[in-house]
C-alpha cells in the first residue's frame, strides 16, 4: 500500500521548463501550477497555485547556470510544498550544482556539496533524484534517500546503435584518471576496450595532456565524461588522441553540458567529430548553435524513475 501520498504532481523551475515539460509528457501528467516571481532586489517569490496537500510533490529544477538563483528557487519550492502539508517532496535535479566541490582540496576550503545536501534537507526535502553527480560520494553527504541515475545507458544504446557492439576498431577513452571507473563500465556496455588520457591539470579549468595508456592507433575512439564546462580537457584529449595516439576519428559523450565560455569555440576547433549531450542542461541561450553538439532525452528515464519511486518499487533496473 502507497501511504506517501494519493497522487504524483510534477512542478518545474525556471531552470529547464522543457526537460520539466517532457517528463510531464511522459508521465501523462500537466505541470502542476506555480508561479515564480523576483522582487526589485532580486529576491525569489513561490506561490503554488492548487492544492498539494497529501500529494507526493515531484521539483524538477536542475541548480546550473545561474547556480545561486536556481538553487534558492529550489529551497523556496521545496519550503513552500513543506508548509502546504505536501505528502512527499523529491528534489528532481538532473544537475546537481556545486558538485565539484566535494571535498577540501586545501586548507580552509569549504565542502560545498555538503552545504547543499543540509539546505536541501532543512528546506523540507524528503528524498533527492539527479543524475550522473560529479562523486558519488556526495550521497554520504545526506540523511535522506538519494536516487543517482546513469547517463551511460542512453550512450550505450546510442553508439551500440551507430557502431553495432564489440565492433574491434571501436575503443571508449577515459579523457582523465578520475574518470576511469564511469569509462570502463561504459566500454563493458559496447564490449570494447578501454584507453586512458593521463594529464596534468596545473590551473584550474586548463590541463596539460600528458600521455595515452592504451594504443587507439587507427581507431574510432568514444571520449566519455560526466560534464563538460569549458571544454579544455575534452579538446586537449581529442586532440592528443589524434596527434599523439593516431586515432582515426574521435566522438565524445557527456551527461551535463554546462558549456561555459569558451567551450563552444574550443568544441568548434576541436577535431570531435559529435558530442552528445544530455538534456540536463538546456544549450546556453547566449552561446551560437553548433551542429556537432546533440542530444538524448533524460525525460523517459526520469519520468520512469518517478512512477518507480511513487509506487515504491525498484529503480535499480533503470541503471542497466
Do not use: W
Not at 36 to 46: L, T, W
Amino acid at each position: 500500500m502507497i501511504s506517501h501520498g494519493k497522487e504524483i504532481k510534477v512542478f518545474a523551475g525556471n531552470a529547464n521548463i522543457p526537460l520539466a515539460e517532457s517528463i510531464g509528457m511522459f508521465l501523462h501528467r500537466p505541470l502542476g501550477k506555480s508561479e515564480i516571481k523576483r522582487f526589485a532586489d532580486g529576491e525569489c517569490s513561490v506561490s503554488i497555485l492548487e492544492p498539494v496537500r497529501g500529494t507526493d510533490v515531484f521539483i524538477v529544477q536542475p541548480t546550473c547556470k545561474g547556480v545561486n538563483d536556481n538553487l534558492m528557487e529550489l529551497l523556496v519550492m521545496i519550503d513552500a510544498m513543506h508548509r502546504a502539508s505536501a505528502g512527499r517532496i523529491t528534489a528532481v535535479m538532473p544537475y546537481f550544482g556545486y558538485a565539484r566541490q566535494d571535498r577540501k582540496a586545501k586548507a580552509r576550503d569549504p565542502i560545498s556539496a555538503k552545504l547543499v545536501a543540509n539546505l536541501l534537507e532543512a528546506a523540507g526535502a524528503d528524498r533527492v533524484l539527479t543524475m550522473d553527480l560529479h562523486a558519488n560520494q556526495i550521497q554520504g553527504f545526506f540523511d535522506i534517500p538519494v536516487d543517482n541515475l546513469r547517463g551511460a545507458p542512453l550512450f550505450a544504446k546510442y553508439y551500440i546503435d551507430m557502431f553495432g557492439r564489440e565492433n574491434p576498431d571501436v575503443m571508449v577513452v577515459s579523457p582523465d584518471v578520475g574518470s576511469v571507473a564511469r569509462a570502463r563500465q561504459f566500454a563493458m556496455k559496447l564490449g570494447v576496450n578501454l584507453a586512458i588520457v593521463d594529464k596534468r591539470r596545473e590551473v584550474a579549468n586548463q590541463s596539460e595532456v600528458m600521455n595515452i595508456i592504451g594504443n587507439v592507433e587507427g581507431k574510432t575512439v568514444v571520449l566519455l565524461d560526466d560534464m563538460v564546462d569549458t571544454a579544455g580537457s575534452l579538446c586537449g584529449a581529442a586532440k592528443a588522441l589524434m596527434e599523439i595516439g593516431g586515432a582515426k576519428e574521435v566522438y565524445a559523450c557527456a551527461t551535463h553540458g554546462v558549456l561555459s565560455k569558451p567551450a563552444i569555440e574550443r568544441i568548434e576547433a576541436s577535431p570531435i567529430k559529435e558530442l552528445k549531450l544530455c538534456d540536463t542542461i538546456p544549450y546556453p541561450a547566449d552561446q551560437p548553435k553548433l551542429e556537432k553538439i546533440n542530444y538524448v532525452s533524460v525525460a523517459p528515464l526520469f519520468a520512469e524513475a518517478i512512477e518507480r519511486v511513487y509506487e515504491e518499487v525498484s529503480i535499480s533496473p533503470l541503471f542497466e
